[in-house]
């Protein structure tokens, strides 16, 4: 039998008397979009860290395509696949933004034999232009706004060519319109397509997001947490009319 493409089974992760993540478990198949929800401090976070090696966790295990993650370190969870806009909140910022991301490219998954300066620099592009700041390539990254930082995050971790994305409020930060356009980027990356170049296959997602409506468009299942724990998963259409989930937003002003 296959492996599941990628698994959390019964994650938890204390931080002294605060259990922020509670017996978590849940699963991503190929190509599949799944939002993370939840309202403040429910573990989001701390789940996401948990997978990417930055955070390591009490109990349970994390599987990519059968390996265990828990006992690797971020550069290694990289090189199987899995990137997340997470280890890449700081960017080297006197560099320009086109060579933030080449030094994505610099890793034994990208760099291959042969491929050299060139190439890794149309890649590094193609990266940009998914998130949509090409034309900024060649500004220093400490000239960015807080909106086009996390479009820089995520043109790095696209430039290691992840099997799993992890994106940390992709729309945080952007206006109706851009928030628009990532959103059908995001939809034709999973398909693979037109950043083909790039991706070979479509790439599976796991998306946290705040902008629920947004979000909604754009995934396939729904998984919420609340203080820790998973209390609902489901398509779009179930999360809305599920009585937990509505009662964990209730007040929280997080339906924008
Ligand atoms: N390093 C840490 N040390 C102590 N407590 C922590 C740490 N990281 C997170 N927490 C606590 O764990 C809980 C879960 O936090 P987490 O950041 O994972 O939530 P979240 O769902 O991502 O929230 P938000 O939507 O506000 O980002 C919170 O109560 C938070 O204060």
Do not use: C
Not at 134 to 163: M, N
Not at 195 to 203: K, N, T
Not at 230 to 244: C, F, H, N
């Amino acid at each position: 039998m296959t492996a599941p493409f990628f698994e959390v089974h019964h994650v938890s992760k204390r931080f002294g008397g605060l259990v922020a993540v509670n017996n978590v478990s849940f699963s991503v198949g190929e190509q599949e979009i799944v939002g993370l929800i939840g309202p403040n401090g429910a573990g989001k976070t701390t789940l996401v860290r948990m997978i990417m090696g930055l955070i390591k966790p009490d109990q349970g295990s994390i599987r990519f395509k059968g390996e265990e993650l828990t006992r690797m370190k971020t550069w290694e969870i990289v090189e199987k696949g899995v990137a997340g806009t997470f280890q890449n909140t700081r960017p080297f910022s006197r560099l320009p933004i086109i060579a933030n991301v080449m030094v994505s490219r610099l890793g034994k998954r990208t760099a291959k034999k042969g491929e050299w300066v060139k190439s890794i620099e149309a890649k590094a592009m193609e990266a940009l232009e998914f998130a949509g700041i090409s034309d900024l390539a060649l500004e220093p990254a400490s000239h960015l706004s807080q909106g086009d930082l996390k479009r820089l995050e995520i043109a790095r971790a696209l430039a290691t060519e992840p099997e799993l994305l992890i994106l940390d409020e992709p729309f945080g930060g952007l206006n109706p319109t851009e928030t628009e356009l990532l959103a059908k980027s995001i939809k034709r990356l999973k398909k693979g397509g037109r950043f083909g170049r790039l991706h070979s296959e479509g790439v599976s997602m796991i998306i946290i997001e705040h902008k629920l409506q947004e979000l909604m468009k754009i995934v396939d299942r729904i998984i919420v947490l609340q203080y820790g724990q998973l209390i609902a998963s489901g398509t779009p259409e179930e999360i809305v009319r599920d009585e937990r989930v509505i009662e964990a937003y209730i007040g929280k002003g997080v339906t924008s």
